[in-house]
């Protein structure tokens, strides 16, 4: 029999497909060819079926799609340790939004989110959802690097180096929308602050707009129970029944945070569609609260994992939030069973594909989606013995065990070597921003 021609055969001791859930292939290989998963069969027919120009054979790793972070500020890398060890107002009003003041522009969102790319492919991430200023600068990083990307057109009343008032990053938001609409790696995703920073004004102008070109909406939301209570005082009305009220309430909106919700407001995400971007890490260091995930999860909303910025986590470590999701979940839903190491992994894969409208194409491993591909070491001592490949990447393995990383059938992470960047150059880089912002603060 003729063998078939593919680019690229992957061959792993374990497969997790994610999609059909908690499914562990043993001694099974992907087949890739033209940035697509052609094949997914076991290792000993993979060699008899396909001619590859290259062969990744790694035993003792597993092989996962490609992590999707759905909620990231990337350039606030160079932001990471300023102002630790404060509540999410104090750390905004006296410490982030003065230093972004004095700093942030294209040059500044140019290096940090070239900085933050790397950090994510070296993680496992395929797949980033950005909210920040000078999207345009971000949307042309990632693409030259290959790292797919939902890029947030951010919106805020306040003036800022990228706009001076709302109907300006309105506007800014449909050109750049505009120019990304035939982007395969990017899409665009609306991005307005929170409502204690959005006004019911913009807020509806972004709706219609969402609903004109089915665009997702990514906001911040019950992140606080300060916030709740902020706006019941001053407003009379939950956030959430204020975004309802605005018409946001659909399966486009992606709900960052959600820390505080009643049982009515779960059973409103779920009817309406919603996905929820859950932060766990960044959530405990601000003490913003706790998401009720299990509760989402059980009520049938589609819940992602994000890291947050740096500046508030401090790092953008998929790998960890999940194990922290994981075990956050037990906590609050008092329930040892809460949340088990499958579901955090489709939380970080599939769930954060779905919420951007991705789920077509990336977020598991199945034949026809992009090549977007993650391979996670687990023979090492301080990951043996392997009785559980889920379990043991979800809660032994960490970002330093991915080894192999691939967006769409190119390969970004090398045995543990990122192509493509020149890292002394990043690491120079940092620490010069590092001196200036320390000058300023």
Known sequence: MDQIEVDLLIEAEWVVPVQPHGVVLEQHAVAVHHGRIVALLPVAEARMRYAAREV???????????????????????????????????????????????????????????????????????????MYYFPEVAAATFKRVGLRAGIGLTVIEFPTAWARHAEEYIDKGLALADELKHESMLRAVWAPHAPYTVSDASFEKIRLYSDQLDLPVHVHLHETRFEVEDALRQHKERPFSRLKRLGLVNRNLIAVHMTELSESEIGQCAEAGVSIAHCPESNLKLASGFAPIEALRRAGVNVGIGTDGAASNNDLDLIGEMKTAAQLAKAVAGDAAALDAAAALHMATLGGARALGWDERIGSIEVGKDADLTLIALDQFDTLPVYHPISQIVYASNRRDVRDVWVRGERKLDGGRLTGFDTDRLAASARSWGVRMRAEH
Request: proline share 5%; glycine share 10%.
């Open 56 to 130: 990744v054979a790694r035993p003792g790793h597993a092989l996962i799609p490609g992590l999707v972070n759905l909620h990231c500020h990337s350039a606030m890398v160079l932001m990471r340790g300023l102002a630790d060890d404060l509540p999410l107002m104090t750390w905004l009003q006296q410490h982030i939004w003065p230093t972004e003041a004095k700093f942030v522009g294209a040059e500044m969102v140019a290096d940090g989110s070239l900085l933050a790319a790397a950090e994510l492919l070296r993680g496992g991430v395929t797949c980033v959802n950005e």
